[in-house]
């Protein structure tokens, strides 16, 4: 099989740095209650017709803490109660924290957003995945120009 400009061991660097940035912007943003979000998030790779694909999966959740929620509907109860449990919070105050989500939504903290942003502007993995890439397309230069060497010599 032909080298690929980003093979399976640049991408599994990529997702490892991916989810290693996003849950530091989760922690940032203190949405650590139970770690179970924090816990839950990892990535996995995706190989098909000579192409990989990374695909990070979390909690279903993570949608709500990055994209916040909008004010109109009450959130789960029982969800409230148990972050509630854990952050010391009496159960008394459960109704009125989901009230006031229901009044007023939760502020969005675009983690995934800036996450992205961190990829793109960073220039320690820029310079991190530069190194891997080009490598990889020298590789991939050098075997198509032996390959047209060889194929001239067969004829």
Not at 94 to 122: D, L, M
């Amino acid at each position: 099989m032909a080298k690929q400009i980003i093979d399976k061991e640049t991408a599994n660097l990529f997702g490892k740095d991916y989810v290693k940035i996003l849950i530091a912007y989760l922690k940032k943003y203190d949405k650590k209650a139970t770690s179970a979000l924090i816990n839950s998030i990892d990535y996995r790779l995706v190989e098909q017709a000579n192409q990989i694909s990374i695909i990070i999966e979390a909690n279903d959740y993570l949608k709500n803490v990055d994209e916040g929620r909008k004010p109109g509907k009450y959130p789960p109860i029982k969800a409230i109660a148990k972050w509630a449990q854990i952050k010391g919070i009496a159960p008394e105050a459960v109704f009125p924290i989901a009230r006031s989500i229901y009044k007023f939504g939760i502020k969005p903290t675009n983690v995934i957003q800036k996450t992205n942003k961190e990829f793109q502007t960073s220039q320690t993995l820029a310079n991190k995945y530069a190194k891997r890439i080009s490598s990889n397309i020298e590789d991939i230069v050098t075997e198509m120009i032996v390959t047209e060497v060889i194929n001239k010599i067969k004829k």
